[in-house]
Each structure stands twice: as C-alpha cells, then as structure tokens.
T-cell receptor, first 113, second 114 residues
Framework: AQTVTQSQPEMSVQEAETVTLSCTYD???????LFWYKQPPSRQMILVIR??????QNATENRFSVNFQKAAKSFSLKISDSQLGDTAMYFC??????????FGKGTSLLVTP | SAVISQKPSRDICQRGTSLTIQCQVD?????MFWYRQQPGQSLTLIAT?????????ESGFVIDKFPISRPNLTFSTLTVSNMSPEDSSIYLC???????????FGQGTRLTVV
C-alpha cells in the first residue's frame, strides 16, 4: 500500500524565521505527483506547492520551496520568512497510479511573534 | 481554478438518522471525491464519485452506509446513513480535472451525531 509519512506532528517557528517540514513516501510507480496542502483553522484546504516526479528541478512558490529527493523518496517543504498567517496544518500528499490524493498525517505548524 | 460549495457546513444529528451532504463545483471537473477527516487528523478517502455510475469505494467504506450520487460533472452528494456517534467527523468534497493536477476542496461539513 502506498504510504506517506510525516514524522513531525507539531512544529513551532518564530516570525521571519525559516522552517522545514519533512515528508517521506513509498510507491512502486515511477510517474507520480507530490503535493503540500495547507489547512488553516477555517478547514479550507489550500494547495501550497506541487512537484512532478519526473522533473528534477525543485518546485518553488514565493516563500515556499521543496527539497525533492527521488531516490530517498523524500519531499520536504521549506517555508522562508515565516508569517503568522502560515499557522496551519500542513499535509504532504501524492498521486501515483490512481487519481485521488494519499495524505500523510499532517504537521501542525505554529508561527509565533 | 474551481470553487466548491459544500452544504451544510455543520449539523448535529440524532443517531439512527441520515444526512445528505451536497457538493457543487462552479465549473466542469473530471473527478470528484469524498473524504473523511477526524478533528486534528488526516484525510481518509471514502470513495470516488463517478458520473452516471456507481461510486468506487475504498476499503472499509460501503455503499449502504455512504451512498453517493453524481448526476452530472459539477454536482455530487454523500449520504451518511443510519448514523452513530462514531460517524461524527468532518466530511470533505474534492474535485479535480486531470491526474496529478491541483485538487480543489470544499470547506467541509462538520457532523456531530448525538
């Protein structure tokens, strides 16, 4: 079975600092897609960043970037210049042979002043 | 992008009753899904809603308990039948256009069964 592991249930970072959330996954497919989603207290799931496995270049979206290590099946998210609005639950997810997202258990990130 | 409207946003129901949750997308999508999320926990896929045919259920979820309809490309319903307190959870609708592209989510329905 495909799995996604997020080993950090909770993390805290000060405003303007950098934080890295870890994620590992397991799949036997060679073509798949990786995602980080953010869920603030409003419950609305928001796409943070997306990576296609066949692309070696790490995806970036403004203050958010990933470190994609395909051989290690690792997909960590780096948040630079953390802001109070980044406080949320962050889910790592992937899609391989199917269409639906497989989610990790999530990391609760708290950004403090 | 796509905007998903999900109704109701929350409900408190008596055990033994049923609740139908509606999901409306503002544009045509290929795929629609239903997830369950215990508070503070991850999302678990219940089923894929297929247009014009029976939904595809994940292990541990059955049609008699969670009947799903998808009459067209933009609308789906999930019914939680014969509810018990164990069904108390957040139910989320999701939709997408192609495999591996962004999935859009409704704001969820918080269900409490008493």
């Amino acid at each position: 079975a495909q799995t996604v592991t997020q080993s950090q249930p909770e993390m805290s970072v000060q405003e303007a600092e950098t934080v890295t959330l870890s994620c590992t996954y397991d799949t036997s497919e060679s073509n798949y897609y990786l995602f980080w989603y953010k869920q603030p207290p409003s419950r609305q799931m928001i796409l943070v960043i997306r990576q296609e496995a066949y692309k070696q270049q790490n995806a970036t979206e403004n203050r958010f970037s990933v470190n994609f290590q395909k051989a290690a099946k690792s997909f960590s998210l780096k948040i630079s210049d953390s802001q109070l609005g980044d406080t949320a639950m962050y889910f790592c997810a992937f899609v391989d042979s199917g269409y639906a997202l497989n989610f990790g258990k999530g990391t609760s990130l708290l950004v403090t002043p | 992008s796509a905007v998903i409207s999900q109704k109701p946003s929350r409900d408190i129901c008596q055990r033994g009753t049923s609740l139908t949750i509606q999901c409306q997308v503002d544009s045509q999508v290929t795929m629609m899904f239903w997830y369950r999320q215990q508070p503070g926990q991850s999302l678990t896929l219940i089923a894929t809603a297929n247009q014009g045919s029976e939904a595809t259920y994940e292990s541990g979820f059955v049609i008699d308990k969670f009947p799903i309809s998808r009459p067209n490309l933009t609308f789906s319903t999930l019914t939680v039948s014969n509810m018990s307190p164990e069904d108390s959870s957040i139910y989320l609708c999701s939709a997408g256009r192609d495999r591996g592209t962004e999935a859009f989510f409704g704001q969820g329905t918080r269900l409490t069964v008493v």
